[in-house]
């Protein structure tokens, strides 16, 4: 399966999906690389009610609305201010310039920091309606500044349509999308139970998801990797980002899956593959260096 994997990364057939789990890739060293451990960081530097303490999205609504938007951006941004080096899997997907889109649905800056030696690629990020109000992303050069995008006709409910690619764009050979915001450059994070409503309002129209994104999905098979499907927001995402794309598609998961999961990869058609995310993100890798030196 593996070699089958490696050769359509060769041929730019596959879009990496990179969940949470990737963020772990450098060991100890790495920022939060799970819910569970980020709302952690959160609750240190917020009072939250004891109920809703796990609750990553539930915690981050509370600290919104009684500390203020700029509080939970901020202890976003500290969570993810650790200077980490991104891992030797990063470091080699970004080297790959023949695949022409890379989701990364988290909040760490570890993708783009191994992008930061190519200059032939771009960023467009999921922002929130409550600091961006009527833009469902932003548009960023690899050195962090915003690319301009021409100005919409509101609708009714003062959204707008989504943005068209800025014309500069057409030239990257490697898009990075990241959903859910992120904290480089400019600390946009979607985490909050009212952010992710926003979204998910429009979502099943694809409003919030660039035309460019939808248009290079088109016939690639998505290669999941370190992500889980255990909860309705990661398998809403996941579904409408892959949506319209090819019938083939893989996830690399661990250990015992819950019956949700199952669910979600048999009606996707996502072939699941039991292994270490490590072990195999490192074969992968190795395999496709193998085979551009034959």
Known sequence: MIGEIAS??????VVPYLGPGVTGLPGEAAPPSLPEKLVQELVAGA???????????AASQYIENFKH??????????AYAIDCPPSSFHEWLATQSQLP??????????????????????????????EHFGDWVNWFRPDGSVVPTKEFIRDGSGAKAPAEAPEES?????LVYEPLGAVWPASNFIVSDSDYVEVLTEIDIQTPI?????SIRKGRSFLFLG???????????????????????????????????EKFLREQNI????ASLAEFTAALSEWNLAAAAE
């Open 8 to 13: 359509a990364f060769r041929q730019g057939d």
């Open 47 to 57: 009072t939250v009610p004891h109920k809703i303490r796990n609750n990553l999205t």
């Open 69 to 78: 938007r700029k509080t939970l951006t901020c202890l976003m941004a500290k």
């Open 101 to 130: 889109l890379v989701v990364h649905a988290w909040y760490d800056n570890l993708v783009v920091k191994a992008f930061a030696s190519r200059k032939d690629w771009g960023l467009v990020q999921g922002v929130t309606q409550s």
């Open 170 to 174: 057409l030239g990257w050979k490697t």
């Open 210 to 214: 660039p035309d460019c994104v939808q």
């Open 227 to 261: 992500c889980r499907f255990a909860n309705q927001l990661e398998r809403s995402f996941a579904r409408q980002i892959m949506k319209r794309s090819s019938d083939k598609h893989w996830a690399v998961i661990e250990g015992a899956l819950t019956k949700n999961e």
């Open 271 to 274: 072939e699941r593959i039991d």
